[in-house]
């Protein structure tokens, strides 16, 4: 069965720094890779897709890395926000369905 | 465009009761999937309905069910509660296969007493 795991399990940081959250998962046969934000009281919003094939995607102030053989991802977040503050949840699937297997997440502050 | 919608938002139920939730997708998308959040466990997967049929289903109890219709919405059924289906349950819908972005509803929260 596939776990994914990530830390921290929260951060902490001031305004402007750069940070990394990371995501390791045991079996490395996925077919894709997405990392979402999770604010209070509300659902899930994508941030990255890496399809297996990728090593990384883009977008905005994100970039998030994939290394399957390792099994690990890293989420890149420059020059944060306090609009950042939320909880990063990575998800892999493991076929071409919509089963996705996700982290417990990693609750970042971002202090002003 | 409207985005996933989850219905109702709010639920509290007793113990041994049923109870039925709702899901309807983007406008477009055939592929809706269903999952459970709580503080213990996470997010887990419960199961994906694809053009009506159940694709993939996740390690939930029978109790568990759902369903989805021509139009794409979806319903889930949990029977006989227990305190431990207290939970937050989350639906996402897509085009089709996890090469598409998955868009989140805001969730039910359920609550057994």
């Known amino acids: 069965k596939q776990e994914v795991t990530q830390i921290p399990a929260a951060l902490s940081v001031p305004e402007g720094e750069n940070l990394v959250l990371n995501c390791s998962f045991t079996?490395?046969?996925?077919?894709?890779l997405q990392w979402f934000r999770q604010d209070p009281g509300k659902g899930l919003t994508s941030l990255l897709l890496i399809q297996s094939s990728q090593r990384e995607q883009t977008s905005g102030r994100l970039n998030a890395s994939l290394d399957k053989s390792s099994g690990r991802s890293t989420l890149y977040i420059a020059a944060s926000q306090p609009g950042d503050s939320a909880t990063y949840l990575c998800?892999?699937?493991?076929?071409?369905?919509?089963?996705?297997?996700f982290g417990t997440g990693t609750s970042l502050t971002v202090i002003p | 465009k409207a985005g996933v919608t989850q219905t109702p938002r709010y639920l509290i139920k007793t113990r041994g009761q049923q109870v039925t939730l709702s899901c309807s997708p983007i406008?477009?998308?055939?592929?809706v999937s269903w999952y459970q959040q709580t503080p213990g466990q996470g997010l887990q997967f419960l199961f994906e309905?694809?053009?009506?049929?159940?694709?993939n289903k996740g390690n939930f109890p029978g109790r568990f069910s759902g369903r989805q219709f021509s139009n794409s919405r979806s319903e889930m059924n949990v029977s006989t509660l227990e305190l431990g289906d207290s939970a937050l349950y989350l639906c996402a819908s897509s085009f089709g296969t996890a090469k598409n972005i998955q868009y989140f509803g805001a969730g039910t929260r359920l609550s057994v007493l």
């Open positions: 998800a892999v699937s493991v076929n071409t369905g919509n089963q996705f297997y």
């Open positions: 406008s477009g998308h055939r592929s």
């Open positions: 079996d490395s046969a996925i077919y894709n």
């Open positions: 309905y694809f053009s009506e049929t159940q694709r």
